[in-house]
Each structure stands twice: as C-alpha cells, then as structure tokens.
C-alpha cells in the first residue's frame, strides 16, 4: 500500500507557479498518481492524473520522474482562489483509494 | 452528464440515536461507490466502497455500516452513534472500471455532529 507524503502547508503570492511535491517512495507498478483539490465544506475535486512524466491540463501540470517515488504538481499563476488542501493519492484499486493529510496551500495578495 | 446527490448538508443527532445518509448518482451505470468521512483539520478517511449491488467492502471497522439496495444509491448507517461519529462525510463514485486510475467524484458532502 504506497504511504504518500506531502508538505503541510505552502505559502505564495498571486501570479507565482507553485510546486508542491508528494513522496511515495513504495509505488507499485500499477499505481497511478491522482491530485485532487478541496475547498472547506467541499468534497475533493479532481485535478490531474498520471503515470509516469509529464502529464498537463488546462489547470496544472504533473511532474512524474522515471524512478515514480515522488511527484509535483505544478499550478501556474495562482490566484486568491487556489487557497485550497491539495491531495496526493497514490492507488491501484478501489481499496487503495485513501487520502493523506494534504497541503494547505495559502495565496496571499 | 453525471450528478452526485448527497443528503442532508448537515445533521444534528444524539448520542445513540440512529443515522442514514443517503448518496444518489445520475447519468452513469455500475459505478463504484464509496462513503468516506473527513474529520476536523485533517485528511479522509475511506469507510467503505463498493463495486455492485450488495457489495460492500468496509475499510475500518466501526459502528457504521454501508448498504447500497441499488445500483445508484449508496446509504451510510449506524444503529447508535457516538461522540466520535461526528465529522464531514463525503459520498464519492468512480467509473467502475475496476482499473487502477480510477478518478473519483465527490457529492457535497454531510457535516454530521454528534452532541
């Protein structure tokens, strides 16, 4: 079962790229990385999914090395509204489907 | 499109009184559905999931159970609530692909106190 391992909180001002990056040291062959955002009061919302590389959307970017121990979720230009707890899940099944703790990330003006 | 309903919003219960929430989704057949419950300042916790009718799977032993009496519908139970019960409790469904990348999709969520 791949443990995943995040910064608790983040700071940054608007307009800056955030990184943020995850560890999962133990990831299985068949385990995928997904990122998701929430809001308080708000269940997770999806962000961006990948296996291996780079993997980019219309909202971020996700940065996966070759060896896959650790992953980075690139957000460019943050506003005031990215505040937000971003979640690293690392998963092969249904039964793997357990969030971390997150990272409070805080866009200040 | 797909719509996930989960109600009520929030909910005020006594100790050991009973519970049920209840989780609908529209616009998708055989989806994996999935209960987990958040508390204060901190991550999520999955409870239970399940691939088919009458097919639960529980992650953490405790007073809730799960059932899911049809395809879409999901409902989170507890005979006697405790104080530890209380929490933010989200409703969530896959594709059901069964797959590794399975991309979940959250209800609104219920903010359960328990007084």
């Known amino acids: 079962l791949a443990k995943t391992t995040q910064p608790i909180s983040m700071d940054s001002y608007e307009g800056q790229e955030v990184n943020i990056t995850c560890s999962h040291n133990?990831?299985?062959?068949?385990?995928?990385i997904t990122w998701y955002q929430q809001f308080p009061s708000q269940g997770p919302r999806f962000i961006i999914q990948?296996?291996?590389t780079k993997v980019t959307n219309e909202v971020a970017s996700l940065f996966i090395p070759a060896d896959r121990k650790s992953s980075t979720l690139s957000l460019p230009r943050v506003s005031l509204s990215d505040t937000a707890v971003y979640y690293c899940?690392?998963?092969?099944?249904?039964?793997?489907?357990?969030f971390g703790s997150g990272t409070q990330l805080t866009v200040l003006p | 499109s797909q719509t996930i309903h989960q109600w009520p919003a929030t909910l005020v219960q006594p100790v050991g009184s009973p519970l049920s929430l209840e989780c609908t989704v529209e616009?998708?057949?055989?989806?994996?559905l999935y209960w987990y419950r958040q508390a204060a300042g901190r991550g999520l916790q999955l409870l239970f999931y399940?691939?088919?009718?009458?097919?639960i799977s529980s992650e953490v032993p405790q007073n809730l159970s799960a059932s899911r009496p049809q395809d879409r519908q999901f409902i989170l139970s507890s005979k006697k609530l405790l104080l530890s019960d209380s929490g933010f409790y989200l409703c969530?469904?896959?594709?059901?692909?069964?797959?590794?990348?399975?991309?979940?999709?959250f209800g609104s969520g219920t903010q359960l106190s328990v007084l």
């Open positions: 399940s691939v088919g009718i009458g097919q």
């Open positions: 969530a469904w896959s594709r059901g692909q069964r797959g590794p990348n399975e991309k979940l999709f």
């Open positions: 899940l690392v998963a092969g099944s249904a039964r793997q489907l357990t």
């Open positions: 990948g296996y291996k």
């Open positions: 616009g998708t057949s055989n989806p994996n």
């Open positions: 133990n990831i299985a062959t068949n385990d995928y």
